[in-house]
């Protein structure tokens, strides 16, 4: 049997109201290409279906058109929800969706047996086991353990999501592979900017990867952005984000893992590189030097490449403020996107009253003085000191006479 473990598409994203429905509809068309072509026989999708709890209908248009491609495919799909997730939402269609080979735990079960699904042979033998664990709220935690028992919120949380896991491992037949499935933040992940923190506080995982059974032969994680095994282990992973979701994750190869149940065993997981479709970049430098990148930049992906663009410079001067500001101008209608755009200084300019001596009595000097004491602190070239006294003198009279 093959399957495949993916998670986090956050159907329906924006990157700075860039939206990144594009790019979500390539992937899944690609990835019902690789069911396809590889004779996938189970999905498995760890939570984060959809970016909020109340998607864009265009978003819902994509899940409901990618389920119905894989019907004549004869590939089952497990689905739980992630933290992004509205369970109501994802469980609403799940007796329809049934009926079609898919299952839907949109959040834990008043039934912990409802999480345990087997996957049966023709001759309805059982041939794999998945406990589809979706984002364990804190009502479910506590169902796991009393709020009372542990003084400290990381070991209850700890402890409630390791009971939950056990109570599944415990209706496990120990004679048939098993997986289980996982949203959430385990100890010693690496993060991009994108996630939000689950199950952590103060940035402290709550669960490390020993809390898991040893009962299981695989866990499909979901919520991490960054494909990763845990714990240097590759039968504990996550599949990461298919698509780049924030900048942090520009230079990450994305994947989804092919997994292969042979003899009854599932062997060592293999990486499946999903096409990049669009660039995100990063560029940074002086004004002069970024405009340059641009002018130059060529992309060979599908889609437009989104910039963000950084620019630092030594000191505070209006002419870079006005480079800057016709740079974005420039590239506005251009083969790419700039959705974030900074500048800053590395020398910061003081504020006013910093450039006065204690004591000194700014309301006795004239405007033109104030003036002169802040452009003094700026350092500014001789140039644009003169253009820009010249400027203020021409304003202040104007103000004067309107006065």
């Keep these: 049997m093959k399957i495949l473990h993916?998670?986090?598409w956050h159907l329906g994203k924006s990157l700075h109201k860039y939206s990144l429905e594009e790019d979500n509809v390539l992937f899944l068309n690609w990835l019902v290409h690789e069911i396809r072509e590889r004779k996938?026989?189970?999905?498995?999708?760890s939570g984060d279906i959809f970016d909020t709890t109340n998607p864009k209908n265009s978003a819902l248009t994509m899940?409901?058109?990618?389920?119905?491609?894989?019907?004549?495919?004869?590939?089952?799909?497990i689905i739980t929800g992630g933290n992004h997730d509205s369970p109501s939402l994802l469980n609403a269609p799940k007796d329809i969706l049934n009926l079609l080979n898919v299952d839907v735990v949109g959040q834990a079960t008043e039934d912990i047996q409802d999480e345990l699904i087997v996957i049966k042979n023709e001759a309805n033998e059982p041939v794999l086991q998945i406990a589809a664990v979706?984002?364990?709220?804190?009502?479910?935690?506590?169902?796991?353990?009393?709020?009372?028992s542990y003084d400290n919120q990381l070991l209850q949380i700890s402890e409630g999501i390791k009971s939950h896991y056990e109570s599944l491992a415990e209706?496990?037949?120990?004679d048939v592979p098993s997986i289980a499935m996982g949203h959430l933040y385990v100890q010693g992940v690496s993060t991009s900017d994108s996630e939000r923190e689950v199950h952590a506080i103060g940035g402290v995982a709550a669960f490390?990867?020993?809390n898991f059974p040893k009962a299981f032969d695989y866990i499909a994680l979901g919520h991490i952005h960054k494909p990763q095994r845990i714990a240097d282990s590759d039968y504990i992973r996550y599949s990461g984000s298919p698509i780049s979701l924030s900048f942090s994750e520009r230079k990450d190869q994305k994947y989804v893992i092919e997994l292969t149940l042979e003899n009854g065993k599932i062997q060592t997981p293999k990486l499946v590189e999903v096409p990049k479709f669009r660039e995100l970049k990063r560029m940074k430098g002086t004004v002069d030097d970024v405009w340059k990148s641009l002018e130059s930049y060529q992309s060979e992906c599908q889609l437009p490449t989104l910039m963000e663009i950084l620019v630092e410079e030594e000191t505070y001067d209006p002419n870079h403020t006005l480079r800057f500001n016709l740079m974005n101008q420039e590239f506005e209608n251009h083969d790419f996107a700039i959705v974030i755009s900074k500048l800053s200084y590395k020398n910061k300019v003081a504020g006013t009253a910093q450039l006065f001596a204690i004591g000194e009595n700014v309301a006795s000097l004239s405007p033109k003085a104030i003036f002169l004491k802040r452009i003094e602190g700026d350092e500014i070239e001789e140039t644009s000191r003169n253009e820009l006294i010249n400027a203020f003198d021409e304003l202040f009279q104007?103000?004067?006479e309107n006065e």
Excluded at 40 to 45: M, N, Q, R
Excluded at 63 to 72: D, E, V
Excluded at 134 to 148: E, G, H, M, T
């Design 6 to 8: 993916t998670a986090d």
């Design 40 to 45: 996938t026989e189970l999905l498995l999708v």
């Design 63 to 77: 899940y409901y058109n990618f389920l119905k491609q894989l019907i004549p495919l004869n590939c089952r799909v």
């Design 134 to 148: 979706p984002y364990l709220r804190d009502a479910d935690l506590r169902k796991s353990v009393s709020a009372n």
């Design 171 to 174: 209706l496990l037949n120990p």
């Design 208 to 210: 490390t990867s020993d």
């Design 398 to 400: 104007e103000v004067s």
